[in-house]
């Protein structure tokens, strides 16, 4: 029952996208299809540092780089097959060489938030200084400030004339969010995953029950990249456009917003921020709001009440979705034990 109460979010998910059609109208869908993108760069944070401990400030540099990699390789290719397998793979390999110098460099925490933001910058002025039509990769010009427009769609496989509709592109960002939402419980239930929640804990004593830190840190760091590269390729083939925002710090901080909010050490938690965070932030702006100055005011109060303790899995223990913690009673011997010697 506990195993199935961990993939019970799942429910939920998949019925939406049974219903969604038939209840939403062509820009419900879209906009869904978007939130349903941007959690599933969130369940990526939320893992590497919820379970993990390793808190990657330039998250948001994995996405751009997975939205990147699908469109020039669907425009030259032709195929969105290929495109989404580039998407998880580049951001993935970049993961790895980037986790070389940073976990067996023994960087520390602190310091490795700060690379991964420098990291995150440096891709956002690239791609911002890439409007002089020589900047392409085959036949995709990188387009600077204005980015990659007009970006093809997902094709079912095979058939790269064929283009799925609206429905169908809903059904399936829902359907990965769900999946992937599956296999990262599935990791973390799995002795792979307890050795990762070891390391978060201390390293020190992971290391000295034979574990190798850095290569824990490194799978979990690559897993995480490669499920947002997948929500970046998924994000562009909705939008048909792709450009340097997917890289700036406003990105990487809705990404840390949600996490926070959803509850550090959950995956259900930071989805459902996401998605409630992404509505109130579409409301708010048509409202004509500033919409970065409340959500700055938001996680300013998420941070505090967190330190404070008063929310540590704010909704995770609402809907219960996370088991509560068992409370560890001290052993007192019985009278009877300490008159017999036992």
């Known amino acids: 029952m506990e195993r199935l109460k961990s993939y019970a979010f799942v429910l939920p998910i998949l019925l939406l996208a049974a219903i ?121 010009p990188l387009g600077g400030f204005n980015g990659i427009t007009a970006v093809p769609q997902l094709n079912w496989p095979g058939d790269a004339e064929q283009f799925l509709e609206v429905e169908t592109t809903f059904r399936i960002c829902l359907i990965v969010l769900a999946l992937v939402y599956a296999a990262l419980v599935a990791l973390r239930r799995s002795s792979v995953g ?72 959950g995956l259900a938690g930071p989805v459902i921020a996401s998605f409630v965070f992404q509505y109130v932030s579409t409301y708010l702006g048509t409202s004509g709001v500033n919409t970065d100055l409340v959500f700055g005011a938001i996680i300013m109060l998420f941070v505090l009440l967190k330190v404070r303790e008063r929310v540590p899995a704010l909704w995770g223990r609402v809907l219960q979705f996370r088991r509560p913690a068992r409370r560890v009673q001290a052993f007192t011997p019985s009278a009877r034990a300490v008159e017999s010697g036992e």
């Open 194 to 265: 307890r050795i990762m929640v070891a390391v978060r804990e201390s390293e020190l004593r992971s290391e000295l029950l034979g574990y190798d830190v850095r290569l824990y840190k490194m799978l979990g760091f690559s897993v995480s990249a490669a499920v947002a590269g997948l929500a970046g390729a998924l994000f562009t083939a909705v939008n048909g456009y792709v450009g340097p925002s997917a890289f700036d710090l406003n990105q990487a901080s809705q990404f840390l917003l949600w996490v926070i909010a959803g509850g550090l050490g």
């Open 20 to 140: 969604g059609p038939s209840v939403f109208e062509m820009f419900g869908l879209v906009q869904i299809s978007n939130f349903a993108t941007m959690a599933l760069a969130v369940l990526g944070l939320a893992f590497v540092w919820g379970f993990l401990g390793v808190l990657s400030l330039g998250h948001a540099a994995f996405f751009g780089l997975g939205a990147y990699a699908y469109a020039i390789t669907v425009i030259n290719l032709n195929e969105s097959s290929f495109a989404v397998m580039a998407a998880i793979a580049v951001p993935a390999l970049f993961s790895v060489v980037l986790g070389y110098f940073l976990f067996f460099g023994r960087v520390s925490d602190v310091y490795l938030g700060v690379i991964t933001l420098c990291v995150t910058l440096v891709l956002y002025n690239f791609t911002s200084a890439t409007a002089d039509p020589s900047y392409h990769i085959g036949a995709a």
